[in-house]
């Protein structure tokens, strides 16, 4: 069974600008959750979102934005690009609430 | 507010000797979960807990959960080099979780001879 993708690998951005990213999930998985991980805040939960609704929200500003398709497939997008956005991005599935998420290979951004 | 808290952070560790990571954790969940991360890669997922006295083994590895004492702890015998990494627990809310998983800070695993 494929693991969770991410597209693109590596992004860089300059400030102001504004970025979307890509995740599909495992095959079946319909929960996809989007995490933030810098060596400053560790890893940080961001949003879930289950059968095309936001479920969940971190605690970051209404820059981060994200959205899920009927296929599962989700974006986040991020607008107006700060130098502190510079971080991994982390896609994680699960089948269904509670579940182990799985996690993809991660976006690199790199804001400059 | 949901806290993880991971011991030590840093973990450097001699070939064959036995070493214990600790996950502590404020509020009532019973479903805890570890992760391995290698330097520039994504999470691994490990072991999921989902019951007071719950025991995982894998290899060099196990994990043991306490719900009452809310601590996790994650077991590795005889440490070999492969082991290096970092390792997370995660903890969700048993309710109204909805994908949030709140992670400890990691703990640094370097193996040496």
């Known amino acids: 069974k494929a693991g969770v993708t991410q597209t693109p690998r590596y992004l860089i951005k300059t400030r102001g600008q504004q970025v979307t990213l890509s995740c599909s999930p495992i095959s079946g998985h319909r929960s996809v959750s989007w995490y933030q991980q810098t060596p400053g805040q560790g890893l940080q939960f961001l949003f879930e979102?289950?059968?095309?609704?936001?479920?969940n929200k971190g605690n970051f500003p209404g820059r981060f934005s994200g959205r899920q398709f009927s296929n599962s497939r989700s974006e986040m997008n991020v607008s107006t690009l700060e130098l502190g956005d510079s971080a991994l991005y982390l896609c994680?599935?699960?089948?269904?609430?509670?579940?182990?998420?799985?996690f993809g290979p991660g976006t690199r951004l790199t804001v400059l | 507010e949901l806290k993880v808290e991971q011991n030590p952070l840093f973990l450097s560790m001699q070939e064959g000797k036995n070493y214990t990571i600790y996950c502590n954790y404020s509020t009532t969940s019973d479903r805890l979960y570890w992760y391995r991360q290698d330097p520039g890669k994504s999470l691994e997922s490990l072991f999921v807990l989902l019951s007071n006295g719950a025991v995982k083994q894998e290899g060099r590895l196990m994990a043991s959960l306490d719900t009452k004492a809310r601590l996790s702890t994650l077991h590795i015998t005889a440490a070999v080099h492969d082991l290096s990494a970092t390792y997370f627990c995660?903890?969700?809310?048993?309710?109204?979780?909805?994908?949030?998983?709140?992670f400890g800070a990691g703990t640094q695993v370097v193996v040496t001879p």
């Open positions: 994680a599935s699960s089948w269904v609430n509670g579940d182990t998420q799985y």
């Open positions: 995660a903890v969700d809310m048993t309710t109204d979780s909805w994908g949030k998983l709140q």
């Open positions: 979102y289950f059968s095309e609704t936001q479920r």
